[in-house]
């Protein structure tokens, strides 16, 4: 293929750019600009293709990141490796002939190292979820990275089946169904420690093969401390005196990704280490496992068994209790019962503002005066990525930055915008902070609500108490140097 070639692109906003010479497709691509996944055609054919099948146009971010890091040995860690193993097995597929037999063991230790090695690159470069997923030609291999998702590389199609069934065989699924959706999990010893790390698969039949996520719930459990999850310290302290209560209700909001689980695992530890006692979890699925606590995990699609085993865990004799997520009548109704009754009740409820809580609970069918009387702390969280201490550029914050953030009086106030070094993999940001608005139900609010306070007035009590909101503890977080302001208009498209 010439390099003047001529090609037009789509990158997923309706538009069609080009055409443009493959050259500067090329450095697009390097630049991260343009997607193994963005469409492409040449600008003399009628036909679309993905960016990935152009040679020069595979390049992704992550192939971009320079020197591979060598080891003791002379060989080739991370990315390195994994490319050469792709390399290797690609190589092997092509000539199908004699001397079959032995490659065939020979791919498959090669097929082994190359699933081992894509779990390596995930955990060290922090991924949440590995995506292998199948496209006509080649199969595309995509990491989470704090929410952001991210190509790492492109695999023939050819061994799409192979890697995807060592997974399964790693996770004891059916690796003869192919049609069907299936889950399982497993555990592998990843990182410089080895360190074991637990992970959920899941696969999903597509028209062009078996879609695969493989979730890393390798959140280390004894990062799981409230003092990590980034509240200010005021919001800390209150947080934590809840957390010793002997009964209530303390309820997380945020949509999904918002870090609740994460918090709320925060919180069971936080209470087990400071006052222990019995423990019981209901969640779907579990997501970290912690030492002294009965954990359940429960489908909630199996309706049935899921209202049984809420029955009865109270049954159990818990002192705290932990419920993934109050979704429904039966849950909520669970919840407070326990509450009510002696425990203390930690859960998470998909509503945007730590004000809606109440009213989302009144919805689902309680009384006004069931929830004023057991629900104790709402929390509203999101997430917000922390930019790279050692590469973000100082700058002052602009008038009408500070207008927009709700603090006028911080114009001119040294803000970071994300820069790009080897630590954070160029990208900028590294990990996620919380952003958190704490709304403590006291008497006064809980009269309210037992005399039909709505949502918005809720709202407006707690602002007339100064309680700070999310927007106030974004605005603190981007004054502190914590995350960008694009991070917090980004996080704040609430
Ligand atoms: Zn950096």
Same mark, same amino acid.
Request: aromatic content about 6%; some cysteine.
């Given at each position: 293929?010439l390099d003047?070639?001529q090609?037009?692109?789509?990158i997923g906003?309706?538009?069609?750019?080009?055409p443009f010479?493959l050259? $500067?497709l090329r450095k697009?691509?390097?630049?991260g600009n343009?997607?193994p996944?963005?469409?492409v055609?040449r600008?003399?054919?009628?036909?679309w293709?993905?960016?990935?099948?152009v040679p020069g146009?595979?390049?992704?971010?992550?192939d971009?990141?320079?020197a591979p890091?060598?080891?003791d040995?002379?060989? !080739?860690?991370s990315r390195?490796?994994?490319?050469?193993l792709v390399?290797?097995?690609?190589?092997k597929r $092509?000539?199908?002939?004699?001397?079959?037999?032995?490659?065939a063991d020979h791919q498959?230790s090669?097929?082994i190292?190359?699933?081992?090695e894509?779990l390596?690159?995930?955990?060290?470069?922090g991924?949440s979820?590995?995506? @292998?997923?199948?496209e006509?030609?080649i199969?595309?291999i %995509?990491?989470?990275?704090?929410?952001v998702?991210?190509?790492?590389?492109?695999?023939?199609?050819s061994?799409h089946?192979?890697v995807?069934?060592?997974?399964?065989?790693?996770?004891?699924?059916d690796?003869a169904e192919?049609?069907?959706? %299936?889950?399982?999990?497993?555990?592998h010893?990843?990182?410089?420690? %080895?360190?074991?790390?637990?992970i959920?698969?899941?696969?999903?039949?597509?028209?062009?093969g078996e +879609?695969l996520t493989?979730r890393?719930?390798?959140v280390?459990t004894?990062?799981l401390?409230l003092?990590?999850?980034?509240?200010?310290?005021?919001a800390?302290?209150?947080?934590?005196?809840?957390t010793a209560?002997?009964?209530?209700? @303390?309820?997380?909001?945020?949509?999904t990704g918002?870090?609740k689980?994460?918090?709320?695992?925060?919180?069971?530890r936080?209470r087990?280490?400071?006052?222990?006692?019995?423990?019981?979890t209901?969640e779907e699925?579990?997501?970290?496992? &912690?030492?002294?606590?009965?954990q359940i995990e429960v489908?909630?699609?199996?309706?049935v068994?899921?209202d049984?085993?809420l029955?009865? @865990?109270?049954?159990?004799?818990?002192?705290?209790?932990?419920?993934?997520?109050?979704?429904?009548?039966?849950?909520?109704?669970v919840?407070?019962?326990a509450?009510?009754?002696?425990?203390?009740?930690?859960s998470s409820i998909h509503t945007?503002?730590?004000?809606?809580?109440?009213?989302?609970?009144?919805?689902?069918g309680? !009384?006004?005066?069931?929830?004023?009387?057991?629900?104790?702390?709402c929390?509203?969280?999101?997430l917000?990525r922390?930019?790279?201490?050692e590469c973000r550029r100082?700058?002052?914050?602009?008038?009408?930055e500070?207008?927009? #953030?709700?603090r006028?009086?911080?114009?001119g106030?040294?803000?970071?915008?994300p820069?790009?070094?080897? %630590?954070c993999? +160029?990208?900028g940001?590294?990990g996620r902070i919380?952003?958190f !608005?704490?709304?403590p139900i006291?008497?006064?609010l809980a009269? +309210?609500?037992?005399?039909?306070?709505n949502?918005?007035?809720?709202a407006?009590r707690?602002?007339?108490r100064? @309680?700070p909101?999310l927007?106030?503890?974004?605005?603190? $977080?981007l004054l502190d140097?914590?995350?960008?302001?694009d !991070? &917090?208009v980004a #996080?704040s498209?609430?």
């Amino acid at each position: 293929m010439l390099d003047t070639d001529q090609w037009y692109f789509e990158i997923g906003d309706g538009q069609t750019y080009g055409p443009f010479p493959l050259d $500067k497709l090329r450095k697009w691509a390097a630049a991260g600009n343009l997607m193994p996944t963005h469409r492409v055609r040449r600008a003399d054919s009628s036909e679309w293709t993905i960016a990935a099948y152009v040679p020069g146009l595979e390049l992704t971010t992550a192939d971009t990141v320079p020197a591979p890091v060598v080891d003791d040995d002379g060989e !080739e860690v991370s990315r390195g490796k994994l490319g050469a193993l792709v390399q290797a097995l690609s190589r092997k597929r $092509k000539p199908a002939g004699h001397g079959k037999a032995a490659s065939a063991d020979h791919q498959e230790s090669d097929i082994i190292a190359l699933c081992d090695e894509l779990l390596e690159v995930a955990y060290q470069r922090g991924a949440s979820d590995l995506h @292998i997923d199948p496209e006509e030609n080649i199969t595309l291999i %995509q990491l989470r990275v704090d929410g952001v998702l991210e190509p790492l590389r492109k695999l023939p199609k050819s061994i799409h089946a192979a890697v995807v069934s060592r997974y399964k065989v790693l996770s004891k699924m059916d690796i003869a169904e192919r049609r069907m959706a %299936q889950d399982g999990r497993f555990f592998h010893c990843l990182g410089p420690q %080895q360190r074991r790390v637990h992970i959920r698969a899941a696969i999903l039949p597509t028209t062009h093969g078996e +879609r695969l996520t493989l979730r890393l719930l390798a959140v280390e459990t004894e990062l799981l401390t409230l003092n990590r999850l980034g509240m200010s310290e005021p919001a800390l302290r209150t947080f934590a005196a809840y957390t010793a209560q002997k009964q209530g209700m @303390i309820l997380l909001s945020g949509p999904t990704g918002s870090g609740k689980s994460t918090t709320l695992y925060a919180a069971l530890r936080h209470r087990l280490a400071n006052h222990p006692g019995r423990f019981i979890t209901v969640e779907e699925p579990v997501e970290f496992d &912690i030492v002294g606590v009965a954990q359940i995990e429960v489908d909630t699609a199996d309706k049935v068994r899921f209202d049984t085993v809420l029955r009865n @865990i109270l049954r159990s004799d818990p002192d705290v209790i932990m419920i993934g997520e109050i979704r429904d009548f039966a849950s909520a109704d669970v919840a407070i019962k326990a509450a009510l009754t002696g425990h203390l009740v930690f859960s998470s409820i998909h509503t945007n503002s730590a004000a809606g809580v109440v009213t989302r609970l009144i919805d689902m069918g309680l !009384e006004p005066f069931q929830v004023a009387a057991t629900v104790r702390l709402c929390v509203a969280q999101r997430l917000a990525r922390r930019l790279c201490i050692e590469c973000r550029r100082p700058r002052p914050l602009s008038a009408a930055e500070a207008a927009a #953030v709700g603090r006028p009086d911080a114009a001119g106030t040294t803000v970071y915008d994300p820069g790009g070094c080897e %630590q954070c993999n +160029r990208r900028g940001y590294k990990g996620r902070i919380g952003l958190f !608005e704490l709304l403590p139900i006291d008497e006064d609010l809980a009269r +309210r609500i037992v005399d039909g306070a709505n949502e918005a007035d809720i709202a407006r009590r707690a602002r007339e108490r100064k @309680i700070p909101g999310l927007r106030d503890d974004a605005a603190s $977080k981007l004054l502190d140097g914590a995350t960008s302001f694009d !991070e &917090i208009v980004a #996080v704040s498209a609430w």
